[in-house]
């Protein structure tokens, strides 16, 4: 693989799959498998345990579990073939998302700044798995569940487009550096597949993906002066 002589990036970008599963159709959406990903800020990102606080105005608030890998090394133009080769590893992934019509513009889309990039939306963890301990990253167990309910319930095998394949379309147009993370898509059983049962407050959400971990984290308020009801 090679690599550019650009000066170095600060790490820690987000870079996020908008759609990846075969089974993901069953919730009324078609499948896109082109590899397809936009980029979020690192403030997006909370952790094992803490309060994910409700955007202002958002009363649609859903869920999407993800296996997350973690870029170890700098790397541009990766073979395919090489590409699980610059992990570090991996970690669990809830990538929680604001849903609603008026996140829709008739000529520019989804406004996804809006629906996935409020600070501390995505939490990721509980921990960094090395690599060499996830040997097939396409044969994990995801399952997510929200106050005890299983919501979606899956396998990496059902990827669009796998790790690696998504790791080599990034690199042909940008330089991952270590700390990088991409959050690989979901499979199916967000809330439209359940009727909009969307999450509310005070829901215990725990997204699980085998060999990997367990993410736990739990829904609070935010009342409009930007202050949040989480009690910390």
Same mark, same amino acid.
């Given at each position: 693989?090679?690599?550019?002589?650009?000066?170095?990036? /600060?790490?820690?970008?987000?870079?996020?799959?908008?759609?990846?599963?075969?089974?993901?159709?069953?919730?009324?959406?078609? #499948?896109?498998?082109?590899?397809?990903?936009?980029?979020?800020?690192? *403030?997006?990102?909370?952790?094992?345990?803490?309060?994910?606080?409700?955007? %202002?105005?958002?009363?649609?608030?859903?869920?999407?579990?993800?296996?997350?890998?973690?870029?170890?090394?700098?790397?541009?133009?990766?073979?395919?073939?090489? @590409?699980?080769?610059?992990?570090?590893?991996?970690?669990?992934?809830?990538?929680?998302?604001?849903?609603?019509?008026?996140? *829709?513009?008739?000529? &520019?889309?989804?406004?996804?700044?809006? @629906?996935?990039?409020?600070?501390?939306? !995505?939490?990721?963890? #509980? @921990?960094? =798995?090395?690599?060499? &301990?996830?040997?097939?990253?396409?044969?994990?167990?995801? /399952?997510?569940? =929200?106050?005890?309910?299983?919501?979606?319930? /899956?396998? /990496?095998?059902?990827?669009?487009?796998?790790?690696?394949?998504?790791?080599?379309?990034? !690199?042909? &147009?940008?330089?991952?550096? #270590?700390?990088?993370?991409?959050?690989?898509? %979901?499979?199916?059983?967000?809330?439209?597949?359940?009727?909009?049962?969307?999450? *509310?407050?005070?829901?215990?959400? =725990?997204?699980?993906?085998?060999?990997?971990?367990?993410? %736990?984290? *739990?829904?609070?308020? %935010?009342?409009?002066?930007?202050?949040?009801?989480?009690?910390?």
């Amino acid at each position: 693989m090679a690599s550019p002589s650009a000066d170095d990036r /600060s790490p820690g970008r987000v870079l996020r799959r908008r759609e990846l599963r075969r089974s993901r159709g069953r919730d009324g959406e078609t #499948p896109l498998v082109r590899p397809y990903h936009f980029i979020s800020p690192p *403030t997006v990102l909370s952790g094992d345990g803490d309060a994910i606080r409700r955007p %202002t105005g958002a009363e649609l608030l859903d869920w999407e579990v993800e296996l997350v890998a973690v870029i170890g090394e700098r790397c541009f133009e990766v073979a395919e073939e090489d @590409a699980l080769g610059v992990l570090a590893g991996y970690a669990v992934g809830n990538d929680v998302s604001v849903r609603g019509p008026h996140l *829709t513009h008739p000529i &520019f889309g989804i406004d996804w700044g809006v @629906a996935k990039n409020a600070d501390g939306l !995505t939490p990721v963890g #509980p @921990a960094l =798995v090395p690599a060499r &301990f996830i040997p097939d990253p396409q044969n994990l167990a995801m /399952s997510l569940t =929200v106050d005890g309910q299983v919501r979606q319930q /899956s396998s /990496s095998a059902q990827m669009l487009v796998s790790v690696a394949a998504q790791i080599a379309a990034i !690199t042909r &147009f940008t330089t991952l550096n #270590p700390g990088d993370l991409i959050l690989t898509g %979901t499979p199916a059983g967000t809330a439209r597949g359940h009727d909009g049962a969307y999450l *509310t407050d005070g829901a215990v959400v =725990v997204a699980e993906i085998e060999g990997v971990g367990r993410l %736990t984290n *739990t829904i609070v308020g %935010t009342r409009r002066d930007g202050k949040d009801n989480s009690g910390k």
